[in-house]
């Protein structure tokens, strides 16, 4: 198991940028893959991006690619969400799970989550 603490959520105009951080504890980060989720209100929760835990190799949503960049510091046990071309439709919250499958069926791997960070995108 892993817990989670999302942060670095906002309101932004469309084309901005924000970076969402996810500080994880519980077991060794370096062993997980990791990645990021996001809910809209009124929709289910849907896979944004993850990272591999060996070779550190992304994979995006469709609707993200080119915008949105993962990342992670195994030495500060931190995974990043860079965001930037912000959109009206990234308006959610976003939060983070240690995740299972490989690309392109990245699933969470835990049922448990963190409070999430909320972005909101204007128009």
């Known amino acids: 198991q892993v817990h989670v603490v999302e942060s670095g959520g906002g309101l932004v105009q469309a084309g901005g940028s924000l970076r969402a951080s996810c500080l994880v504890s519980g077991r060794t980060f370096r062993d997980v893959a990791m990645g990021w989720f996001r809910q809209a209100p009124g929709t289910e929760r849907e896979f944004v991006a993850a990272?591999?835990?060996?070779?550190?190799?992304?994979y995006y949503k469709e609707s993200v690619k080119g915008r949105f960049t993962i990342s992670r510091d195994n030495t500060k046990n931190t995974l990043y969400l860079q965001m930037n071309g912000l959109k009206p439709e990234d308006t959610a919250v976003y939060y983070c799970?240690?995740?299972?499958?490989?690309?392109?069926?990245?699933?969470?791997?835990?049922?448990?989550w963190g409070q999430g960070t909320q972005v909101t995108v204007s128009s």
């Open positions: 799970n240690a995740v299972s499958g490989y690309a392109p069926n990245y699933r969470p791997k835990y049922d448990s």
């Open positions: 990272i591999n835990m060996n070779d550190g190799s992304p």
